[in-house]
């Protein structure tokens, strides 16, 4: 009875739906190491046949993401793959066919991760011709696609050795000293052998790398590249133009690999093989790593000297200077001095709270910057559009040699893999060619600007990671393009250029032609604070505000340590102040605010080091406000206030520790 209601109950049950055809997406990739069955054509007819039964909607335009000259064995760098998860996540499809699982992923965890995303979203995976996989269909899939690529892999490498030991495979890099002829051989260039003999005497008989290059230099004679010399170029790991075994005879193939192979050639020998093991020992080491820089300026980039050539920044102590590079190494520059990277910093900031900040010159500077932006943007288009119809006539020409699928020619296939090289190399040169937003300069803030720059250029040489810090960074690199400095005898000269910063590698930044440049020669800065005359302001204007005066609890606390101090005249409060102002700043007493004036006699022949340091320490202890904002070498006590250079005031910001990371 209960079998029988429930039968009744079930008879007037509604007919199924009509249901709407799933949208459909395919995804293809193809790698230079793939055959003509897994071209893009191939797989996208076989998605085709696979799509119409399934009576889904495809279309080519949205939904085909593809990605060529890519590996399986990962999904960094897959633009095609990126760009269907983001589809998927928009919800644009429902179903994802690829001709096999390999096509999507040669590795079982990007598998399992693809699959786990796409099934969240409501998209499921279909290969050709099998239909729907489960996640333990595509992580079995997946396996066996990811062991068949280590054995292609281990095939491949396997054939190499086995060409390298019978001399087949000798190599195809250019390298100096030897010349490429027909076949997989070298030959000796006699020229660049003599040089290279000479080199190793050079060094041999104790002349060091720095000299080396700048000996060939001097003497014009053309480097590797058809440049200058470096002493970078040297020794380079078996890689440099000194430590390759070649030179003595010997080739090693996989030279850092697990087995390399070495092949004896006497005939290509440069030097003895003794000079070489001589020479080697003493410099063919792994090079000494280098000690990680404290700060770094934050016109690290965009200095160049004069010669062209880019600026060497080198720490020396508490300072950092810039160098040439070319000049270095005796490269036909002259620029041999080196400059203070502060002083170039307060001389850009100067221009920019002066000049490029005022309300009558910078609209019309901006209004330039803005015509050479949409120049720059337009013939970055240009480049864009003559790029991709390149990328199309080469996807035609891929699916045109491989329409057949039943029989490989070896030479299409050869065709496929350098045109499936140059869609790649096109891809990514794509994906560069990006021009940034245009900057506009804020002119309801501009004031607020230039006090921000006012306060940095009161802590110069010291740069900070603080908010105020890094709104001026970003200011002065937006509108700043590069900086050319002319260092001579009796001065230098600096021409800063204005342009759309950022633009893609080939792409000049900056309209030289254009005028918009701003060009000033400058005597060379004097020694001692007045190198940075607002820092020296700064300090005579909080001194003015009353920031070193003592309350009268402070007053109390100090006051046995100046009673006790010897040779320092009247010992009142202002001559407390006066001690306490030279120990915060490190300014000298001719240096004095006008209040503290009457004291600079005085301490003319004093040493208020030790009445500094007691001083210090008891306001330290009372936690007193007049200490509390102290500048990085008021903290050194052990130094002599007359040695030392001069501190920097530190008002309260948000990190005030210095640039660790100069890449950052």
Not at 48 to 57: F, P
Not at 143 to 159: C, F, H, I, V, Y
Not at 497 to 505: C, D, E, L, T, V
Request: with cysteine; hydrophobic share 40%.
């Amino acid at each position: 009875m209960l079998i029988r209601n429930r039968i009744d109950r079930r008879t007037d049950l509604p007919g199924p739906t009509q249901q709407t055809p799933s949208v459909i997406a395919y995804y293809l990739r193809r790698s230079s190491a793939d055959p003509l069955y897994f071209s893009i054509a191939a797989q996208l007819a076989h998605c085709n046949a696979h799509s119409h039964s399934l009576g889904g909607e495809f279309d080519q335009q949205r939904l085909l993401f593809v990605d060529r000259h890519r590996s399986g064995a990962t999904t960094i760098g897959r633009e095609g793959i990126a760009a269907m998860l983001e589809a998927a996540r928009q919800g644009r499809f429902r179903i994802l066919v690829v001709r096999s699982i390999c096509r999507l992923t040669r590795n079982a965890t990007d598998a399992a991760r693809l699959h786990e995303q796409l099934t969240g979203l409501g998209v499921s995976i279909h290969v050709a011709g099998r239909g729907q996989v489960q996640q333990y269909e595509i992580m079995l899939l997946a396996l066996s696609a990811q062991r068949e690529r280590l054995r292609m892999m281990a095939s491949l490498m396997d054939g190499k050795r086995r060409a390298a030991v019978s001399g087949e495979f000798f190599g195809s890099w250019p390298t100096y000293g030897y010349d490429r002829i027909d076949g997989p051989d070298w030959r000796k260039n006699v020229n660049q052998a003599a040089i290279l003999e000479r080199c190793f005497r050079e060094v041999d008989a104790g002349l060091n790398l720095q000299d080396l290059a700048k000996l060939l230099n001097g003497e014009c004679i053309p480097a590797r590249n058809g440049g200058i010399w470096r002493p970078r170029h040297f020794f380079a790991r078996g890689r440099g133009l000194l430590d390759r075994p070649i030179l003595k005879g010997v080739f090693v193939w996989s030279l850092w690999g697990e087995k390399p192979i070495t092949i004896s050639r006497p005939d290509l020998a440069v030097i003895s093989a003794d000079l070489f093991d001589r020479v080697n020992e003493r410099y063919g080491v792994p090079t000494r790593t280098q000690e990680p820089r404290t700060r770094a300026p934050f016109l690290l980039g965009l200095v160049r000297c004069a010669c062209g050539d880019r600026m060497h920044l080198a720490e020396d102590g508490n300072a950092m200077h810039l160098h040439c590079r070319t000049a270095q190494i005796g490269g036909g520059c002259d620029r041999t001095k080196g400059f203070s990277t502060s002083i170039v910093a307060r001389q850009v900031l100067h221009l920019f709270r002066h000049e490029i900040l005022d309300p009558d010159s910078g609209p019309e500077l901006e209004e330039g910057r803005r015509i050479e932006w949409q120049g720059l943007n337009a013939t970055v288009q240009a480049e864009r559009d003559r790029v991709s119809a390149r990328i199309e006539q080469i996807a035609h020409e891929l699916d045109a040699l491989s329409q057949d699928e039943e029989e490989i020619d070896p030479y299409a296939a050869a065709a496929c893999c350098e045109l499936e090289l140059e869609h790649h190399k096109l891809s990514e040169r794509l994906t560069q060619l990006v021009v940034p937003p245009f900057g506009a300069l804020d002119w309801e803030r501009v004031d607020v600007d230039r006090a921000r720059i006012l306060r940095v250029m009161e802590r110069l040489p010291s740069m900070s990671r603080s908010g105020e810090d890094l709104r001026v960074i970003e200011l002065v690199r937006s509108i700043v393009s590069e900086i050319e400095l002319d260092i001579r005898e009796d001065g230098y000269q600096l021409r800063v250029w204005f342009g759309a910063p950022g633009a893609p590698k080939g792409f000049d930044a900056v309209d030289r032609l254009a005028g918009r440049w701003w060009m000033r020669w400058f005597p060379m800065p004097p020694k001692g604070p007045l190198r940075y005359p607002e820092v020296v302001l700064g300090h005579q204007r909080r001194a003015e505000a009353g920031m070193f005066r003592l309350d009268d609890g402070d007053w109390a606390a100090v006051e046995p340590v100046i009673r006790n101090a010897p040779r320092l005249g009247p010992r009142d409060r202002t001559m407390a102040e006066a001690i306490l102002f030279i120990g915060m700043t490190g300014l000298p007493a001719k240096y004095f605010p006008e209040r503290y004036e009457p004291c600079a006699p005085l301490l003319k022949h004093a040493r208020p080091g030790a009445v500094w340091r007691g001083m210090y320490e008891v306001l330290h202890q009372r936690c007193s406000p007049v200490v509390a904002e102290a500048g990085p070498a008021a903290r050194i006590l052990h130094e002599d206030l007359n040695s030392r250079a001069h501190a920097h005031p530190v008002p309260p910001l948000e990190d005030p520790s210095p640039w660790c990371n100069p890449k950052a």
